[in-house]
């Protein structure tokens, strides 16, 4: 259990289960918990005072013995082209996340941070250079979606997990935000709507597959040999594309879900023919999808990619036989790439 400073449990962490044995254990009626519950994760209060059908001795009762996250919208800045909302939230130790709400055809996907930061150190990326914090808690992952549901009034239908920080380096509070979010008593999104993306944290995906959930991982692979990938993302010292790949076909093996590959397009450094050949090869035999993705332009760094470079990858591509599409810009007015937005608050 998670627990404040201050000694008070993080409600918005906990399962109905675990919910209903500390109830329990406060002598208070189980069939409370699920009343409870569903007074955080379907009408989504921020205070127990709101939860109108408790009676005041218990809302104060558990007033001191829970608290309820909430996170701080600091600015919001909103595409004028394509519906794109980007947030910037303050989380209750002053730390600052990024959060992306983006409507597609189907509906509404969100895009959430799973850290304060990343240890990861790939070379492109902006939430590397500002340095790691810390984890984020399972309630602050949930947070960024009722925050944005409640804000915008849009209902959201999906989520990636492709904001700040590595999912896989915060094991065990993903999983329980992926248990909360499909939680049948509380936002009941189907993982079928959900993509998990990782720079490779190669145990852990064998770890995730044998959980047997039905999201889609999503591989940043950026690459097609060891030398360029290592040059970019310094975790392919640890796990390098083979180990990388042997763990992909497990997961399939396992989950039977079709995994999706990331290609961040760096002009002059992994966008020749022959690198798409190479990737051909890497990925024959594999049931997948290349998801290419112009890099995003970051201060510190002079990598650069236009569309027009990668039409032309993904026509390589396809001339090989690899299924591939390159990725949609949104929200390009208002920088919606994640870690950029957080740089200008930290110190
Ligand atoms: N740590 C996870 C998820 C967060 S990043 C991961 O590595 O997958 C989400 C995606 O954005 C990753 O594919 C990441 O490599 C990519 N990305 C990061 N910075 C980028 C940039 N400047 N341009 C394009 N893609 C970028």
Known sequence: MYTDPDGRIDILSLTLEE???????????????????????????TDFGSMSDLSAQLRQKLDEKFCIKSLFIVKRLESKRDNTVKYLYRLPD????????????????????TQVGCKMGCRFCASTIAGYKRDLLPSEILAQIYTAERDSGRKIGGAVLMGIGEPLDNYDNVIRFLELLSSKDGMNMSLRHV????????PKIYELAKLGLGLTLSISLHASDNKSRSEIMPVNDRYNIDELLKACREYFKITGRRISFEYALIDGHNDSREDAVRLAKLLDGFVCHVNIIPVNKIKERNFTSDRKSAQRFRGYLEELGVNATVRRTLGADIDAACGQLRREYEI
């Open 94 to 113: 002053g730390n600052h996340i990024e959060t992306v709400l983006m409507e597609y055809e189907h509906g509404n996907t969100i895009c959430v941070s």
């Open 19 to 45: 919910l209903t044995e500390v109830l329990i254990e406060m002598n208070e009626m189980k069939f409370r918990a699920k009343q409870i519950f569903s007074w955080l994760h379907v009408k989504r209060v």
């Open 195 to 202: 993509s998990l993306s990782t720079c490779g944290l190669v």
